[in-house]
Each structure stands twice: as structure tokens, then as C-alpha cells.
């Protein structure tokens, strides 16, 4: 099997069947507000710990899936059954917005993301030393990354290997995760022996002491702003602006510090 290949197409088509069936039934009326995100992976401790705090104070039904932007950009191109979009940077939903398949200033820039080389703790990568130049040891056979041809992740991972000259020697041992937590999966579990991740993924709690890693410079590729957005076919409207309030506030803010991400006005 190449290794470079994952997630067949028809699970995506699988998950969005599944959605549009539990929550799009016509004349149904939920018993209170709801939204349904479709969010980067690189957001999957994060978002849950926005979420949380966010119920606390609101009376909302909030359920969130994971994934690539690119794929659901993809699926939302079709109207997939989501209220909100947090995608890994602006492009998906300005692209979204421009096929008028957004809520009039519906856009916001909620974080800017980083990288960071990873490997688990057992590794004898000495990643926090010497960054990506550790992945030219003989002895690394895979090397983890989203991927980029729909993963903002994925496109910063090789932009960043490009910068510090490496690219070409790497890329034969590159394998793609669907999107960026498949990559810190990959690394994780063995199946490479180290990934280039996203540093809010590094920092999840149940890592912390299961790995080492180095941030990689911000300056080594391009400026990861991330961008999300309220579709135009959004259930409750209302629900999905206090939640995009929320985010952008100062708690919504503090949240996003402690899992690595910058604010977009920094």
C-alpha cells in the first residue's frame, strides 16, 4: 500500500451523509439554539475548550467534527450541513464568501497558527536542539505532514522545509496525513518517526510528557492567519454570531494563547 495515500474519499461523503440526515430533516425545529462547526484539525483540544467555556454562559447546542480545510471547503461547496466554518487560514472562507455562500460579514480571523518538528519522548531525534535539520539523520525513514494539497498545514510544513533547504532531500520520505492531527497520529504511533505539526496539537495536556519538540520560526513560512465564517444556511444565525463574539473576545482570546495560537492583530 502506499503510504501516501489515506482517508478514502467516500468516508468524507460517508460523514456528510450521516450529518445531513441527523440534522437537516425538513420542518424540523431544534428545542433550543444550535450550531454545527466544521473545523480545522489542528483546532481539536482548543475549539473544545472554547466550546465549554462558551456553554457555560449560553444555552447552545454545539457539536464540532474535525478535519482538512480543504475537504470541508469542499464539502461546503455543496452546502454540507454546517453553521460555522473554522478553517486553518482565510483563503477557504473568503473563496466561500465570494460564491455567496456566506452570511453578509460573516468572515472573522480568529488566530494565527505555528508549526512545530515533533517526535515522541522515546525518540533519539534530538528535535529540540536541532529542529528540522534532525530529520536528515539516517536513521529517519518517514516523515509526517498534512497534506498539502487540501491541508494549510501541509503547505506550510513544506514551505517551511523549502526555507531551510531541505525539501528535496525530505521529500521522498514524506507521507501525508489527511490533515494535521493524522500527521501527529503518524508520528505518534510509529508509523514515521517524526511529524511536522501544529504547535496547538504539541501542546494538547495528554502529550505534554509524551513528546519533545521545537517550534519551528514563524519567519520560515508564510503567515498562517486562520479564518471562519457563518454559511448561509445556518440554522440559527443568532447562536453562530455569539459564538464568533465569543471567540474573538478576550476569553475566547486567553483560550487560544494557551494552546499556542497568536491573535491575528499581533
Known amino acids: ?32 439554539p444550535r450550531i ?3 473545523a480545522a484539525a489542528d483546532l481539536n483540544v482548543a475549539l473544545g475548550a472554547l466550546v465549554d467555556r462558551f456553554r457555560a454562559s449560553h444555552d447552545v447546542e454545539v457539536t464540532v467534527s474535525y478535519g482538512s480545510s480543504g475537504t470541508f471547503y469542499a464539502q ?5 450541513p454546517f453553521d460555522m466554518f473554522f478553517s486553518a487560514d482565510l483563503e477557504y472562507p473568503r473563496q466561500l464568501a465570494a460564491r455567496g455562500l456566506t452570511l453578509a460579514q460573516g468572515e472573522f480571523s480568529y488566530a494565527v497558527g505555528r508549526l512545530v518538528v515533533w517526535t515522541p519522548a522515546a ?52 507521507v501525508y496525513g489527511e490533515n494535521v492531527a493524522q500527521a501527529l497520529q503518524f508520528a505518534g504511533s510509529g508509523a514515521a518517526d517524526a511529524g511536522i505539526v501544529a504547535l496547538s496539537l504539541a501542546l ?20 498562517m492567519v486562520q479564518g471562519g465564517t457563518i454559511l448561509k444556511w445556518a440554522v440559527d444565525a443568532d447562536a453562530a454570531r455569539s459564538l464568533r463574539a465569543f471567540v474573538m473576545g478576550a476569553d475566547g ?4 494563547k494557551q494552546y499556542g495560537f497568536f491573535p491575528p492583530d499581533a
Open 253 to 256: 482570546r486567553a483560550i487560544l
Open 1 to 32: 500500500m502506499n503510504p501516501k495515500r489515506f482517508a478514502p474519499a467516500w468516508l468524507c461523503l460517508l460523514s456528510t451523509i450521516v450529518l445531513a440526515a441527523a440534522g437537516c430533516r425538513p420542518g424540523s425545529t431544534p428545542s433550543r
Open 76 to 80: 461546503l461547496l455543496n452546502q454540507a
Open 123 to 174: 525518540s533519539p531525534l534530538d528535535v529540540e536542539h536541532q529542529g528540522l535539520q534532525a530529520l536528515t539523520d539516517p536513521a529517519v525513514a518517514h516523515v509526517a505532514i498534512a497534506n498539502p494539497d487540501h491541508a494549510p498545514y501541509g503547505r506550510a510544513a513544506v514551505a517551511a522545509l523549502r526555507s531551510a533547504g531541505l525539501y528535496d532531500r525530505l521529500q521522498p520520505k514524506l
Open 204 to 223: 494538547t495536556p495528554s502529550l505534554k510528557d509524551r513528546a519533545r519538540w521545537m517550534e519551528i520560526p514563524i519567519d520560515m513560512y508564510p503567515r
Open 36 to 38: 454545527r462547526i466544521a
